[in-house]
């Protein structure tokens, strides 16, 4: 033991944190997404390649070996989403806001949700984070107003132009509505969430955002993020997790313990 640690470099130690890191943040990143069912279906491929050629089964080792002999290809073009959604992540553009004036934008979001559930109105609402939407912002009605409850639910409302579409909040304030968003291509998608839930869950395994959907059909609240839909049973619920996520409460822990907590 003591001869390993003679020979120990400080480098080793940087190298080893540094890619300890690098794994962390990539599981991070697919965690709930399909990245993970396709990386256990390429597992199992790598394991029955290695138990064909054991068992001397030519054929299947042949294909097996044929087929895995472009996993860099393949992967770059299954992962394709999922790997831009990393590499956009390094330029950030948080929600930054005081902790007052985030806990009264969130209040205004929930407020606003449960009134489009009470009026049966679907509504599509894409909070920003650390990735950039200036591509999504472009592809709708830039508005760039003060947010207010009023005025979210008056672009849901079915007499209005921008009904159609998401609109995204940026920095505290409604950037942008009718913004088209990308639908997710995830075949194992309930097949009861419709072209809005899809846009949403689309989005978020692209970006970072977090994305409330309000379903006029069943009058519910839905919450998207990393690929992974949750329904909230109530406004107040819808609340606290926003509030957790933009406003948590410890908010004096230092910056790198920020962002390991950051998925």
């Known amino acids: 033991m003591l001869e390993i640690l003679h020979f120990l470099r400080w480098q080793d130690i940087v190298d080893v944190l540094l890619v300890s890191l690098f794994i962390y943040r990539l ?22 390649y290695f138990g064909a050629r054991e068992l001397e089964l030519m054929t299947l080792y042949w294909l097996l070996r044929t087929l895995l002999s472009s996993l860099f290809l393949i992967i770059i073009i299954v992962f394709q989403s999922d790997i831009r959604r990393a590499l956009t992540q390094v330029g950030k553009t948080a929600f930054y806001k005081s902790h007052d004036e985030t806990i009264q934008s969130m209040t205004m979001i929930t407020a606003a949700s449960r009134q489009l559930v009470s009026r049966k109105i679907g509504g599509l609402i894409v909070i920003e984070r650390e990735t950039g939407l200036k591509d999504y912002i472009e592809s709708g009605h830039v508005i760039d107003a003060e947010l207010t409850t009023e005025l979210l639910i008056s672009l849901f409302l079915p007499s209005s132009p921008l009904h159609d579409g998401g609109v995204v909040i940026q920095k505290g304030r409604i950037q942008s509505a009718r913004c088209v968003l990308p ?21 978020s395994e692209e970006t970072d955002a977090i994305i409330v959907v309000v379903s006029e059909e069943n009058q519910g609240i839905s919450l998207v ?20 996520i933009f406003a948590p409460k410890e908010t004096t822990q230092p910056i790198w313990k920020n962002w390991f907590n950051r998925s």
Do not use: D
């Open 183 to 203: 639908l997710t291509r995830n075949p194992y998608i309930n097949r009861r969430y419709g072209t809005r839930h899809r846009a949403a869950i689309g989005l």
């Open 27 to 48: 599981i991070l990143i697919i965690r709930g997404t399909r990245a993970v069912q396709m990386l256990v279906g390429i597992a199992i491929l790598i394991v029955l």
């Open 225 to 244: 993020r990393n690929g992974a839909i949750k329904t909230i049973p109530n406004a107040n619920t819808l609340q606290e997790i926003l509030e957790s």
